[in-house]
């Protein structure tokens, strides 16, 4: 396993705990109907698009070689 795939399963791992914790502690409507989102939930997509760009390179890079 490559150092830039084992970056790329991190990154999708610490997208899966972003996520989660998104969903456990933030989210959802208020009683006055306000939407109440944190950082996380943009931390979530912002990491998981990084890990499968990441782990793709890494892909081509193993055929490559």
Do not use: C, K
């Amino acid at each position: 396993m490559t150092r830039l795939r084992l970056f790329g399963i991190v990154s999708l791992f610490f997208a899966a705990l972003s996520g989660l914790s998104e969903h456990l502690f933030y989210g959802g409507v208020g009683p006055n109907g306000v939407l109440h989102e944190s950082f996380f939930l943009p931390l979530t997509f912002i990491l998981a698009a990084i890990g499968v760009v990441v782990i793709v390179a890494s892909l081509f890079q193993s055929r490559r070689d």
